[in-house]
């Protein structure tokens, strides 16, 4: 059979092609099929199939059969997999959500850190056969290694990242949006743009169906939808692609799943505002503008991007330096705002570190399940010096080492910057004159040795409070800049709900370690928290962790 397809190779003229159809593949997915088709015409023979091409439709005797939207990796040929029109506009009146895709899951980290790492879902690198066509997605305004450091994430994503290339366009390209035409998907508009181009299969109405494959199953999140042109076609022998730049916002894409996107002509979905201003370490200014799509795995990540860029715009990937981040989200509807405050230190990737930090908590509180809390607006200021300051807990000690009930025991810490100066703080610790004799333990140590603990608390209740009550627990986190001290001793202890019971009686240790009561955010302990102090503020980052213990005797 001969089919004719339609796409635009240059501007924003829709050009036809030709189309072979070889023939059907049947149960390629969940009830899916896909035709199978060689295309010819226009650069395609010198192209294959480029990336942005996902959308073209193809008709076969006047009618729509469906769009380009798979090929085969390193394909000498145009060859090219056809989704079905059925499939794409089938369920647009359902329900609209899908299954998030796994690199946008920012908490895997934090959870391996606290000992609840999962293994992440993905496509295998080397899997061979059809795979959906890489949609370009052009990152403006960025800076040069944003698309190299964030390149695997947007890659696993079935994006192709451009840097540099592809924001707005000078002129918007108009014209009707049509099968065939160009449109692109935004992620973040203002200074820095992110926008994901393919091609319009089909306009029911002011419904819009393209791509025929997912973008990044989002799911029901609502996305700008925007007209784009096609700047050039660059060919290459890894995967050719559309350069495009994007207009004017002409609706909003709703519903991003399997089989296809789809959405509505007229007004633009409602962003997320978000302001980042770096004074960098030559002593300039530099400030950006920006808006974020709403959407709990989006936004977080967005922001993560964005962070990271500002930074690495204008400081040294490689070299020591120090970030102090002063951050704040507020939610619509009366929730507590976020404070993101803290200080970043090294000699490589600072602006990696200090984008990923900002972004976790804003990550955890939107992928916790609180239907109603919703950003209202991000503002991140940032100070960046060039040197590496931190503040080295060298060593500490108890005095004395054994002490009655009743009685006080100083628990000491000495502090070494990088010049080689000392720093010495201590905290006065009174003994309980119900403790009982033995050994207790004290732990002299930096922010991220003890947060471990409320992560691990926190991550285990998320579910079990209420959205105001999870922020400012997660405001309670320790900050980088303080040192500080816990005394505890080894004492089997419980968190329930976000909050840690230090001597709970056995009867309930029973009751919360079973399958019930993990299910209500018990998570066991082996530790009792006697008492926590912070030893010290200092304008660093405080590093390292020492254990120490002193002995309490009988009067």
């Known amino acids: 059979m001969k089919a004719t397809g339609r796409t635009?190779?240059?501007?924003?003229?829709?050009?036809?092609?030709?189309?072979?159809?070889?023939?059907?593949?049947?149960?390629?997915?969940?009830?899916?099929?896909?035709?199978?088709?060689?295309?010819?015409?226009?650069?395609l023979e010198k192209t294959g199939v480029p990336a942005g091409m996902s959308g073209s439709p193809v008709y076969i005797d006047g009618k729509l059969a469906g769009a380009v939207a798979f090929?085969?990796?390193?394909?000498?040929?145009?060859?090219?997999?056809?989704?079905?029109?059925?499939?794409?506009?089938?369920?647009?009146?359902?329900p609209q959500h899908g299954a998030q895709a796994a690199p946008l899951d920012m908490l895997a980290e934090l959870r391996e850190a606290v000992g609840l790492a999962r293994p992440a879902a993905g496509r295998d690198a080397a899997e061979a056969g059809f795979l959906p066509i890489a949609t370009p997605v052009s990152l403006a305004g960025f800076s040069a290694r944003?698309?190299?450091?964030?390149?695997?994430?947007?890659?696993?994503?079935?994006?192709?990242?451009?840097?540099?290339?592809?924001?707005?366009?000078?002129?918007?390209?108009?014209?009707?949006?049509?099968?065939?035409?160009?449109?692109?998907?935004?992620?973040?508009?203002?200074?820095?743009?992110?926008?994901?181009?393919?091609?319009?299969?089909?306009?029911?109405?002011?419904?819009?169906?393209?791509?025929?494959?997912?973008?990044?199953?989002?799911?029901?999140?609502?996305?700008?939808?925007?007209?784009?042109?096609?700047?050039?076609?660059?060919?290459?022998l890894n995967n050719s692609f559309k350069l495009t730049g994007a207009g004017g916002p002409i609706g909003k894409i709703s519903l991003d799943r399997e089989t296809g996107i789809a959405g509505e002509l007229g007004a633009a979905p409602d962003l997320v505002p978000c302001k980042i201003r770096l004074l960098s370490a030559d002593g300039g200014t530099h400030a950006y503008d920006l808006e974020l799509v709403r959407d709990a795995q989006l936004t977080p990540f967005l922001l993560q991007l964005a962070v990271f860029s500002a930074i690495d715009a204008t400081e040294r990937a490689l070299g020591p330096l120090t970030v102090k981040v002063k951050g704040t989200v507020r939610f619509a509807g009366g929730a507590p705002d976020l404070v993101l405050d803290d200080i970043y230190s090294g000699i490589a990737n600072v602006g990696a570190d200090a984008a990923l930090a900002t972004a976790v908590p804003l990550a955890f509180l939107l992928q916790?399940?609180?239907?109603?809390?919703?950003a209202a607006s991000i503002d991140i200021v940032g100070e960046a010096a060039a040197q590496d300051k931190y503040s080295e807990i060298v060593r500490a000690w108890a005095t004395p080492p054994q002490a009655r009930p009743g009685e006080t025991v100083a628990i000491t810490a000495v502090l070494k910057d990088p010049g080689g100066n000392e720093t010495q703080r201590s905290f006065r610790y009174p003994v309980p004159v119900s403790m009982s004799p033995g050994a207790v333990n004290a732990t002299v140590a930096d922010a991220a040795s003890l947060n471990i603990l409320e992560w691990r608390g926190?991550?285990?209740?998320?579910?079990?409070?209420?959205?105001?009550?999870?922020?400012?627990?997660v405001n309670r986190l320790r900050k980088s800049d303080r040192a500080y001290v816990r005394v505890w001793r080894q004492k089997q202890s419980l968190w329930l709900q976000s909050e840690r019971l230090p001597s709970p009686p056995a009867s309930l240790r029973a009751v919360l370690s079973t399958a019930e009561g993990r299910g209500a955010g018990a998570?066991?302990?082996?530790?009792?928290?006697?008492?926590?102090?912070?030893?010290?503020?200092?304008d660093s980052v405080v590093r390292g962790r020492v254990d120490l213990q002193f002995t309490v005797t009988q009067n």
């Not at 924003?12 to 899916?32: A, M």
């Open 523 to 538: 998570a066991q302990d082996l530790s009792s928290t006697l008492a926590e102090a912070v030893l010290g503020e200092f």
């Open 146 to 236: 944003t698309a190299a450091v964030f390149g695997r994430q947007l890659r696993a994503l079935g994006l192709r990242p451009v840097q540099g290339s592809g924001g707005g366009l000078r002129a918007d390209p108009g014209g009707p949006v049509e099968p065939g035409a160009m449109i692109a998907v935004g992620l973040i508009r203002g200074d820095l743009q992110v926008n994901a181009a393919g091609t319009v299969t089909h306009v029911d109405g002011n419904r819009v169906f393209a791509f025929g494959h997912r973008f990044i199953s989002s799911g029901g999140a609502e996305l700008p939808m925007m007209r784009a042109s096609v700047l050039a076609l660059v060919p290459s």
């Open 458 to 473: 926190l991550l285990a209740g998320r579910r079990s409070r209420g959205a105001a009550e999870m922020i400012r627990l």
């Open 368 to 374: 916790s399940g609180f239907a109603n809390l919703r």
């Open 8 to 43: 635009v190779f240059a501007g924003s003229e829709i050009e036809e092609f030709d189309v072979e159809i070889l023939g059907v593949l049947e149960n390629v997915g969940p009830r899916q099929s896909l035709i199978v088709g060689r295309l010819a015409g226009g650069p």
């Open 71 to 94: 090929t085969f990796p390193f394909a000498t040929e145009p060859i090219a997999g056809i989704r079905p029109i059925a499939q794409m506009v089938a369920g647009f009146e359902g």
